[in-house]
């Protein structure tokens, strides 16, 4: 997909790999020299009234952790689950 998708915009992708270490994607995309487009300003304003509880199932650690702790923050309840299946067992539960 990353492949297409640089290819569709004139750009390449070089992967870099030793053994030993990790792999390296470096992608490279022309520069454009068009005007920078302004974007609408995005409302960041934390949620009213939140409502409901969220499932974050997801098997990267990081990745994990880090969507658990913000939706926390922002007020919701949040059930964890670390891949699919657990996932569907908090689900099949009715939690």
């Known amino acids: 997909m990353v492949y297409g998708f640089v290819?569709?915009?004139g750009g390449h992708v070089k992967i870099y790999k030793e053994m030993g270490f990790?792999?390296?994607?470096?992608?490279?995309?022309?520069?454009?020299?068009?005007a920078?487009?302004?974007?609408?300003?995005?409302?960041?304003?934390?949620?009213?009234g939140v409502s409901g509880t969220i499932l974050v199932a997801e098997d990267h650690k990081g990745a994990h952790?880090?969507?658990?702790?913000?939706?926390?923050?922002l007020g919701y309840p949040v059930l964890k689950a670390q891949d699919a299946v657990s996932a569907m067992?908090?689900?099949?539960r009715g939690i």
């Open 7 to 9: 290819k569709q915009f």
């Open 22 to 34: 990790d792999t390296t994607v470096k992608v490279y995309l022309p520069r454009s020299l068009e």
């Open 36 to 48: 920078e487009e302004t974007v609408a300003t995005v409302d960041l304003r934390e949620p009213k």
């Open 65 to 73: 952790e880090t969507v658990v702790e913000m939706l926390g923050d």
């Open 89 to 92: 067992a908090i689900v099949s």
